[in-house]
Each structure stands twice: as C-alpha cells, then as structure tokens.
C-alpha cells in the first residue's frame, strides 16, 4: 500500500485593485502558482511511490529530491509575496517597529531602499528578499537564485519581491523592470512585514 502524503492547498489570491499592477497580471501571476503547488504534491506522491518501491538510492529518487526544493519554494515564497501587498499600501510608518529596525540594520531607511532596490534590479531571474538574523534581530537584502539558492539559513523572510519576468511582463516589457518595482512598493502590505518581525533583545 502506497505512504499517504500530506497535499498542499492553492491559498486564494485576492489582490485586485493594487496600483501598477493589473489584475489580470495578478491572475495570470496566481496561475502560475498553482502550479507550483500542484507540481509539490505531484513529486511528493512519486518521491513517496519510490520510497515504497525501494528505489531512494536511485538516480530518479536524487532527481526528484532536488527538484523539490525548486517547487517547494516557489510555492512558498509566491504565498509571502502576495501576502505582503495590498491595495494603496503606502509608506511604511517612522513609528513602526520596523522602521526602526532598518534604521538600526542599514543607518537610514533612505540606505536600506537604495539597496534593496539594487538587489532588485539586479540581472537574472529570483527574488529579492529582506531578512531577519534571528540570533540578533538585524536586517540584510539578499538575492535568491530561481527559488531556492541564496537563502540564509534560519533567517526570516520579512519582505518578499519576485523579480521574475513573469511577475510584471502583462503590464511592462521585460527592460522595464524598475517601473514594476515602483508599483510594487506602491502596494506592499507593511504591517505585514512588521508582523513577521521577530522582536528581540540584543
């Protein structure tokens, strides 16, 4: 008898109405991740199926392992990217928590846009993504290749950019990336952020 394997969830997308981004650029962006989430319970099922059948020392079994962590992560990572946006988000707060927190990671928060946007910009297809150190609380902007090279491991995901192709190209040309970053700042969801925020002592 085949191993029952836990199935994942779609998590509905709701984001109409954001500013510079169409909602048929949100749809499109939500299809896409369904399919990565279909694509998670398909290779858990044939890692499963393998497993069962004796073969994880296989060549098959290596591959679809690795391809995981590709699926694994899209999924995930396109649920904090559209969960940290909404309609008219705004400026962060001076006031909040995190703010402060940049302020004490990059010296100024003016220092921390400049290089998240950087990040950003950068050639390739990934994310750019700020983290949390949980051993001291303090912020970095990272860049991840494809979804799954370049996290830093344990740290938190605190805001979430895809800087794929697909995440802007219904609504600007491929060259035009620093417009989509303009519209996604336009939308993000701060409060959000600042609850994924881990408050600590240091």
């Known amino acids: ?64 392992k690795r391809r995981l962590g590709f699926e694994y992560n899209g999924m995930i990572l396109h649920e904090l990217y559209f969960g940290n946006m909404k309609p008219n988000g705004g400026e962060l707060p001076s006031a909040s928590p995190l703010y402060a927190r940049i302020v004490e990671s990059f010296g100024s928060y003016e220092n921390w846009d400049k290089d998240f946007k950087a990040v950003a910009k950068m050639r390739g297809v990934g994310w750019a993504i700020m983290y949390q150190n ?20 344990g740290y938190i995901p605190v805001l979430i950019m895809d800087a794929w ?20 700042f336009k939308n993000v969801d701060w409060q959000v952020c600042a609850n994924r925020l881990v408050m600590l002592e240091h």
Do not use: C
Not at 4 to 9: A, G, I, M, T
């Open 134 to 153: 949980p051993t001291n609380g303090l912020l970095s902007n990272h860049w991840v290749t494809l979804h799954e090279e370049g996290h830093p491991a």
């Open 1 to 64: 008898m085949a191993t029952s394997v836990y199935e994942y969830k779609a998590t509905p997308i709701t984001l109409m109405g954001l500013l510079g981004l169409s909602d048929d650029q949100i749809k499109q962006h939500e299809k896409l991740y369904n399919g990565y989430v279909t694509n998670v319970n398909k290779l858990n099922s044939e890692i499963a199926r393998l497993v069962d059948e004796g073969k994880e020392s296989t060549p098959e079994f290596a591959e679809q």
């Open 165 to 184: 192709e697909h995440a802007f190209t219904v609504d600007y040309a491929p060259t035009e990336r620093p417009k989509y970053i303009e519209a996604f």
